[in-house]
């Protein structure tokens, strides 16, 4: 299994400001996932990035608040945009392989 | 839409004892996978056990089993010997199509 890194780890950020969370892997993967878990609460999926195309947004999740770039098969970042002290939660990228899922370390936001 | 349901959002049980987490879904298919996966407080989401839904025998890991139950659509794990290193939140999941669907959790705590 590729290893999977997720960077920050953790992040205290002003209202109104942007914070852009990258995951790197280190061999190719074709898709990424992007998942908020928000206090106290399950995961929930925000998007799928494959790369060389747009992302899939799920309900709920638009591209002006969460824009994902997926430049190459071995990175993507994810923006969390103009924060609110609703957007304070666990962001967690992930990739897929047959067996099982591959999950970041995840990035603690907490925008005050 | 494919839904989990986790309706224990506590357990409790004592060191070398044996505990069951509870796991109830919802889907059409006929072909899925279904994990268990735990995060302690460093956020890292490991997989603990898997199940395809093609497969009748349950799975097992050492002291970790589940008891798959397809008509009824139910997947409970089982710990044995529970282990103060056991303490985390598990998540049950249901993946199709490479989305991946979440329970609301179920906090395990190990009293030794």
């Known amino acids: 299994s590729a290893v999977i890194s997720q960077k920050p780890s953790r992040d205290i950020c002003q209202r109104g400001t942007s914070l852009t969370i990258q995951c790197q892997v280190d061999s190719q993967v074709t898709m990424m996932f992007w998942y908020r878990q928000q206090p106290g609460q399950s995961l929930t999926l925000i998007a799928t990035a494959n790369q060389g195309s747009e992302a899939t947004y799920e309900s709920g999740f638009v591209i002006d608040k969460f824009p994902i770039s997926r430049p190459n098969l071995t990175f993507s970042t994810l923006t969390v945009s103009n924060m609110s002290p609703e957007d304070s939660s666990i962001y967690l990228c992930?990739?897929?392989?047959?067996?099982?899922?591959?999950f970041g370390q995840g990035t603690r936001l907490t925008v005050v | 839409a494919q839904t989990v349901t986790q309706s224990q959002p506590e357990m409790s049980v004592q060191e070398a004892e044996t505990v069951t987490l509870s796991c109830t879904y919802d889907?059409?298919?006929?072909?899925?996978?279904l994990f268990w996966y735990k995060q302690p407080p460093s956020r890292q989401m490991i997989l603990v056990i898997r199940?395809?839904?093609?497969?009748?025998q349950n799975a097992t890991e050492n002291r970790f089993s589940v008891n798959f139950q397809k008509a009824a659509k139910s997947f409970s794990l089982k710990i044995s010997d529970s282990q103060l290193g056991d303490a985390a939140m598990y998540f049950c999941a249901y993946r199709r199509a490479q989305k991946l669907v979440f329970g609301q959790g179920t906090r395990l705590t190990i009293n030794p």
């Open positions: 199940q395809e839904a093609y497969k009748q």
């Open positions: 992930s990739y897929d392989s047959p067996a099982e899922a591959f």
């Open positions: 889907t059409s298919e006929s072909d899925y996978y």
